[in-house]
Antibody, heavy 122, light 111 residues
């Protein structure tokens, strides 16, 4: 059974940084692309970033480009999201998501974690 | 990119069929077949119910079906059941920008 467990969510002040982690189990981690999707309180889902199976290709939503960095550790089966220059509008539940294929381009999201809450407020 | 447009809410009685529309542009829904749908019960994990326009993952009920015409994708739930009461989101890949765009979400209520 696929399991994705996010951690690292916290209350932070605007302009500060935070790193989210996602531990994966139940599947061959380095066979699949991984993504982060977020949901602001009371709002809809928003794709944030994706990374391919090897970690050498990634991309970002315009809203986070230049501020967030996705990475992965295939040896230890972890996905990360480094979030810098945080803004109040980044407040959301952040879901770690497994893609159905090795590339994050042209796929769908077949397993989701339970999410971790990031609150950006002074 | 702007979110795909979905109706805010759709309702139906048990046993009825309902359809949720998802309207995008030529940059996403209209060009790519990577349209998927997700069911999200509040407090639970989102679940994929349709991928690549009209394909159902293993274990998903045949009551869920979907299609696409031009820039609009549609999800139909047949034989509506109380357990179908949830939020539904469409999602499309956009190769122009190599990103994904979700729909605004539709709350389905079973009367």
């Amino acid at each position: 059974e696929v399991q994705l467990l996010e951690s690292g969510g916290d209350l932070v002040q605007p302009g500060r940084s935070l790193r989210l982690s996602c531990g994966a189990s139940g599947f061959t981690f380095d066979d699949y692309a991984m993504d982060w999707v977020r949901q602001a309180p009371g709002k809809g889902l928003e794709w944030v970033s994706g990374i391919n199976w090897s970690g050498n290709t990634d991309d970002y939503a315009d809203s986070v480009k230049g501020r967030f960095t996705i990475s992965r550790d295939n040896a230890n089966k972890f996905l990360y999201l480094q979030m810098n220059s945080l803004r109040p509008e980044d407040t959301a539940f952040y879901y770690c998501v497994k893609a159905a294929g090795a590339s994050f381009s042209g796929t769908y999201f077949d397993s989701w974690g339970r999410g971790t809450l990031v609150t950006v407020s002074s | 990119q702007s979110a795909l447009t979905q109706p805010a809410s759709v309702s139906g009685s048990p046993g009825q069929s309902i359809t949720i529309s998802c309207t995008g542009t030529n940059s996403n829904v209209g060009t790519y077949n990577f349209v998927s749908w997700y069911q999200h019960h509040p407090g639970r994990v989102p679940k994929v119910i349709i991928y690549e326009i009209n394909r159902r993952p293993s274990g998903i009920s045949h009551r869920f079906s979907a299609s696409k015409s031009g820039n609009t994708a549609s999800l139909t739930i047949s034989g509506l059941q109380t357990e179908d009461e949830a939020d539904y989101y469409c999602c499309s890949y956009s190769g122009h920008t190599n990103e994904y765009v979700f729909g605004t979400g539709t709350k389905v209520t079973v009367l």
